[in-house]
């Protein structure tokens, strides 16, 4: 676990290195993200590319299947921006938004269960949200609820 939290501040590192070079971000945002939940929250990692979710809780001794979806964020503007698509074909039973800010640093993790994702995906009127499969974040989080934020005093490692 040490070596994989030295291996990710390296990347974030180096994510901001190319992005004050290039303007363009590396795209670890969501490995990062996933990590950071999991560290957090004491989620297990599921295998990569796994379908339909990226984690797995124990809760009342059920297994919950949880996709993890990351975005970095500007602190100093307010909060915009999508959540990465959604298949809702994918077994999963939530999801997870976790905001970064632009050092790559988790402030606030967002979770909404499967049933309010799905009616919130397949309400009538918007392309991007019917057929991509993608919220915006306010919306995400009017449907969710903050399992955990910076701060409230937690503080990643």
């Known amino acids: 676990m040490e070596e994989v939290m030295e291996i990710l501040q390296a990347a ?12 363009k971000p590396l795209g670890v945002t969501g490995e990062i993200a996933e990590f950071e939940a999991a560290h957090l929250l ?10 339909g979710f990226d984690a797995t ?7 919950r299947r949880i996709q993890i979806k990351g975005r970095r964020i500007d602190r100093s503007r307010p909060i915009r921006g999508r959540v990465g698509s959604i298949d809702l074909r994918q077994p999963f039973d939530s999801v997870m938004l976790v905001l970064l800010d ?8 967002y979770e909404a269960n499967r049933n309010a994702v799905v009616e919130a995906l397949t ?8 057929e991509r499969g993608s919220l915006a974040i306010a919306q995400f989080k009017a449907i969710s609820q903050l399992r955990w934020s910076h701060a409230q005093g937690m503080t990643p490692a």
């Open 57 to 63: 809780e124990l809760i009342n001794g059920e297994v």
């Open 12 to 23: 974030k590192q180096l994510e901001r290195r190319y992005r004050l070079l290039t303007g």
């Open 102 to 109: 632009e050092d790559l640093e988790a402030f606030a993790i």
């Open 123 to 130: 309400r009538p009127g918007s392309k991007a949200r019917n």
């Open 42 to 51: 004491g989620l297990e990692l599921g295998i990569a590319r796994q379908a």
